[in-house]
């Protein structure tokens, strides 16, 4: 082992343990990615993508794009329904004369405002495009004996566009969106001779992944968590406190941390202060966290 990151590992040992803190790890809360405003949210939906106009030939292939957004719309009607903060209502679900791949231009405002002031909605949400498709790899794989083999691992990607509109046609959120599955493995020709599986075959499967793209979209809509880890102080003063940090007693530990961070001993009521500006953030008290670290660093 490296003699320098030895020495480095004892230096890091010596510091935390000279300076009595350790490291504690709890979840807290994430704002969500969408903000809305308002409680209770009327939402209309519209789909610009035109699945009456895809420039393929194979009927089946065409089935499978039909089926797949109409699958995505139920789920996203179903989805929101099912919370009562939103009144999910479709008014189009086939907009003539979109077509892509991509997210078109956005909708003219006055467009949006119209269509939100006729049905008394807060938002407007569009699909915007929709596009199943397959990614191969190929891999040669060779053998003691001299041979090869090569195999295609095929994946089947389904992307979806969605913008979110306020009443008066500002863009909330706007995001390509998509979620894939290992689809089939299957012995290949050559490096050089790719044959791919029939998009048409894959009607159940695509069905799968628009359903998956309007769990993930909707969690948009929710606070969610991320687990974090932060130092706090231990030692004799916080002989008490640090077990009630361990099993994320926070009531407890702030009942323990006040007095102290009122101490007359100003290091003492440093630590103490930063201590609880821990507990609060891991009770989901943000403003109360800002509060306490502010004042150990005084």
């Not at 009122?262 to 821990?278: C, D, M, Q, T, V």
């Amino acid at each position: 082992m490296n003699r320098n990151y030895v020495l480095f590992v004892l230096l890091v040992i010596v510091i935390l343990c000279a300076s009595c803190s350790t490291y504690i790890s709890y979840p807290v809360s994430t704002p969500p990615e969408i903000e809305t405003d308002g409680q209770h949210k009327r939402i209309v939906f519209i789909n610009r993508f035109d699945y009456s106009n895809l420039p393929i030939d194979d009927d089946k292939e065409k089935e499978v794009y039909i089926s797949g957004v109409r699958h995505l719309i139920e789920k996203l009607e179903l989805t929101f329904s099912s919370d009562k903060n939103f009144n999910f209502i479709i008014i189009d679900t086939l907009m003539k004369g979109i077509t892509t791949e991509e997210l078109p231009e956005v909708l003219k405002a006055d467009k949006i405002s119209t269509i939100c002031n006729n049905q008394n909605a807060d938002m407007l949400l569009a699909l915007e495009s929709f596009k199943p498709f397959f990614s191969i790899e190929t891999v040669t794989e060779k053998y003691d004996d001299g041979s090869r083999s090569t195999t295609n691992y095929v994946d089947l990607i389904v992307e979806a566009g969605l913008s979110l509109y306020d009443r008066s046609g500002d863009v909330i959120n706007r995001i390509l969106i998509s979620e894939s599955n290992h689809y089939q493995t299957r012995p290949a020709l050559s490096r050089f001779i790719v044959i791919g599986p029939s998009m048409g075959n894959a009607g159940k499967e695509v069905n799968d992944l628009a359903s998956q793209i309007v769990s993930n979209y909707i969690r948009s809509f929710y606070p969610g968590s991320v687990t974090v880890m932060k130092m706090i102080y231990i030692g004799k003063a916080f002989s008490e406190v640090t077990p009630r940090f361990r099993s994320q007693d926070w009531a407890g530990a702030f009942e323990l941390l006040k007095p102290l961070a009122g101490s007359p001993n100003p290091k003492l009521a440093r630590k103490a202060a930063h201590n609880l500006a821990i507990a609060y953030e891991a009770m989901g008290d943000y403003k109360a966290y800002e509060n306490w670290i502010k004042k150990s660093m005084e």
